[in-house]
């Protein structure tokens, strides 16, 4: 059974940073594109990064480039995302996600972490 | 980047009623369009990829069609575990982009 379990959320303020972690299993995590995407309170779904299985080819938008960084760790199963100059506007639930498998297409959802950026 | 208009906003439907949901992409995106349902404090799930393609595991009452920019999903049936939002994704090109949601609720 795949699963996704991502952690590190928390309450931050405007301008400082944050890192979020997931660990996957029930697959073979270096096998697959790795994904974040958000969903802002009451709000829909924004892509916010995603990985390619050897981690050496990232893509973001351009409201978090500069300032997100998608990276993973295959030997631990781990997906992280580094968050610096944190905006009220990057409050959301954040997801880890799988992708499908070559499709671009999100198979996989975690449960989310909650990050909340407020003075 | 590709928009992705979602329609309607809401729509409520009867048990057993066909329900379908819309997409229109800015440009074309060669059938490279995804659904995902998000129940209520849910995290969303993957119901069709490749605009027709059905994820393993997700009931035969749905269904997906569409080409060019204009994609669609249907219900065929409503059922009760069916009230959930509905998004559409583009997978065509970076950036990935959302439709802004159905809410889909029992009448």
């Known amino acids: 059974e795949v699963q996704l379990v991502e952690s590190g959320g928390g309450l931050v303020q405007p301008g400082r940073s944050l890192k979020l972690s997931c660990v996957a299993s029930g697959f073979t995590f270096s096998n697959y594109y790795m994904a974040w995407v958000r969903q802002a309170p009451k709000k829909g779904l924004e892509w916010v990064a995603i990985i390619s299985t050897s981690g050496t080819t990232t893509y973001y938008p351009d409201s978090v480039r500069g300032r997100f960084t998608i990276s993973r760790d295959n030997a631990r199963n781990s997906l992280y995302l580094q968050m610096n100059s944190l905006k009220p506007e990057d409050t959301a639930t954040y997801y880890c996600?799988?992708?499908?498998?070559?499709?671009?297409?999100?198979?996989?959802w975690g449960q989310g972490t909650l990050v909340t950026v407020s003075s | 980047d590709i928009q992705m208009t979602q329609s309607p906003a809401s729509l409520s439907a009867s048990l057993g009623e066909t329900v379908s949901i819309e997409c229109l992409a800015s440009e074309d995106i060669s059938n490279d369009l995804a659904w995902y349902q998000q129940k209520s404090g849910k995290s969303p799930q993957l119901l069709i990829y490749d605009t027709s393609r059905l994820q393993d595991g997700v009931p035969s009452r749905f269904s997906g069609s569409g080409s060019g920019t204009r994609y669609s999903l249907t219900i065929s049936g409503m059922q009760p575990e069916d009230e959930a939002d509905y998004f559409c994704q583009q997978t065509y090109k970076y950036p990935l982009t959302f439709g802004s949601g159905t809410k889909l609720e029992i009448k």
């Open positions: 996600i799988r992708e499908l498998g070559f499709r671009l297409s999100f198979a996989y």
